[in-house]
């Protein structure tokens, strides 16, 4: 895991606030004292602890944009990911202001990370969605003050027990897979990157019309996480073009060729023709002349 978490000797805190219209964002580091700074290495260990790291790290799979998943997985993806830019440049923010008051303002805190450096000098940052705080912000908590139960009137910060995902130099293990795509955007980067990621694969699939998927893709966001999903493909270039008309045609998904030849979907069949690409569509037939159409929400090669 290129990180020695038996050897820690520094470890900080940090918060991502926004107001409720996404603006004023902020990273503020939050003074912390020892005692916080052993529950922060307990939630790492916890972390490590449920992805079985450090031994799994050759075995876990790739993180998908397009797949759906539950709400506690073992994924990793790589940290040169075209649309985990926004991570990159987080934990790349330097200087960051100190604000022991800084959860005063504790309902606008979207996330929490903390940063873990060995006795090498080598970083990993854990990070984790705050919707429990808020969770907490709303309910009345109270207190046994002199023998009489009151109600709270400060900031609550509450840890949780581990991370949503942690970052080494090279690699993202994700444990909650809602919690990472909340805190790197990945919805945004995947519309936003659509039409590059449609051109890079137009250059593996020459024979592919490209215009009008990169057209829907950015304005659908399923459509653009399949995109990224298929971008990731190292096979593309195998792909027969006839093999992919009957795969269409078996499919239902209606396909036409553009002036200089390369294929595309017809309009209406733009997001079915990408699942035939990314192998979530599939047809069964089990009952006499009734074959059915699926999408596979999650899919394993066997």
Known sequence: MNFDQNNVVLTTLVGYFENDQGQNARHIQIP???????????????????????????????????????????????????????????????????DVNALGSISEL???????????????????????????????????????????????????????YIVNSQNIFILRPSGFEFTTNVHGAVIQSAAANATTIATSVTFLDISK????????????????????RDDLHLIDRQLLINACQQFGILVSQNQAGAIGPD????????????????????????????????????
């Open 213 to 232: 998927i990169s057209s829907y893709a950015s304005k659908h966001v399923r459509a653009a996480r399949l995109l990224a999903a298929i971008r990731s």
């Open 267 to 302: 309009g209406g069949h733009e997001y079915d023709f990408l699942c035939i690409i990314d192998r979530r569509a599939y047809t069964a037939t089990l009952i006499p002349n009734q074959p059915e159409k699926y999408e596979a929400a999650s899919r394993t090669q066997k």
């Open 32 to 98: 912390i004292n020892l005692q916080v700074q052993d529950e922060l290495k307990a939630m790492l260990l916890a972390t490590t602890q449920k992805l079985g790291l450090p031994a799994t790290v050759q075995n876990l799979p790739l993180f998908s944009p397009a797949e759906k998943y539950s709400s506690e997985e073992h994924l990793q993806l790589p940290l040169t990911t075209a649309y985990v830019t926004d991570l990159v440049t987080t934990i790349g923010l330097q200087n960051l202001p100190s």
């Open 110 to 164: 979207e996330y929490y990370y903390a940063v873990f450096t060995d006795n090498q000098h080598r970083k990993l940052f854990a990070f984790r969605r705050a919707a429990q705080f808020k969770g907490v912000i709303k309910s009345k908590l109270t207190v046994i003050n002199g023998g009489v139960l009151t109600l709270m009137d400060t900031p609550v910060f509450r840890l949780d027990n581990d991370f949503d």
